[in-house]
Each structure stands twice: as C-alpha cells, then as structure tokens.
C-alpha cells in the first residue's frame, strides 16, 4: 500500500510545474552511513513494479520492496532544527516497518523514513 498527502501532491505539482517535469516517481531504498531509508526519483516503468495513481502522478514501488517496507507514505514536512533540513522543508518517504539501519557515522534520519531535504 502507498500514501501519498495531499501536502506531497501540492508540492509535487508545484516542483513539477516549476521544472516542467513529466515522469513517473520512483519510490527508492536508499543506503547511506546513517542507515537505510526511502526517497523519491523519475524513473520509468519496471516490469516488477507495481503502479499507483495518486493526485494525478504515476508512483513506482519495485513489487518485492513491500515484503521489506511494509506500508508506504509519501508526505511533505516543513523543515524543522531537528531534522536538519534547510530551506522550506522536503519530501519524507517512511515505511511502516522499521528499516535495518546500518553504517555508524553519527546522525539518523528524521524517522523511520528518510528527511527528504
């Protein structure tokens, strides 16, 4: 299951308008030394993924990335001290299951998903 806020939407129109984009967004799994965490991408489609209309766009989930994730959310924060953000905020893609962390250079991401900024 995907979720996409009527926050995220408005903003991706807006980014989408902005930079005269068409694509599909990917919902990735990222690594990084704070760990692993989700994020957004163009991409287009995979015969593995399973396809999501939310507010107007197509969204992208490999079909085997649910097994690991569980629930999808797609939301839009203000940015805020604690996350670390800059600027008007980002894009926060969070699962439902906790994702292993891994690496160990200090620093988390905002939560169970990834900061977006």
């Keep these: 299951?995907?979720?996409?806020?009527?926050?995220?939407?408005?903003?991706?129109?807006?980014?989408?308008?902005?930079n005269n984009l068409d694509s599909a967004i990917r919902?990735?799994?990222?690594s990084s030394c704070s760990g692993v965490g989700l994020g957004l991408g163009l991409?287009?489609?995979?015969?593995?993924?399973?396809?999501?209309?939310e507010g107007g766009f197509t969204f992208l989930v490999d079909g085997g990335m649910f097994a690991t994730t569980g629930a999808i959310k797609v939301d839009f924060v203000?940015?805020?001290?604690s996350c670390g953000c800059s600027g008007g905020g980002g894009f926060a893609v969070s699962s439902e299951k906790?994702?292993?962390?891994?690496?160990g250079c200090g620093g988390g991401s905002c939560s169970s998903g990834s900061c977006g900024c």
């Design 1 to 18: 299951m995907l979720e996409v806020t009527e926050s995220a939407i408005t903003n991706l129109k807006e980014h989408f308008a902005k």
């Design 98 to 103: 906790k994702l292993t962390s891994g690496g």
């Design 27 to 30: 919902v990735v799994m990222q």
């Design 78 to 81: 203000k940015s805020s001290a």
């Design 43 to 53: 991409d287009a489609k995979k015969d593995s993924d399973k396809v999501f209309e």
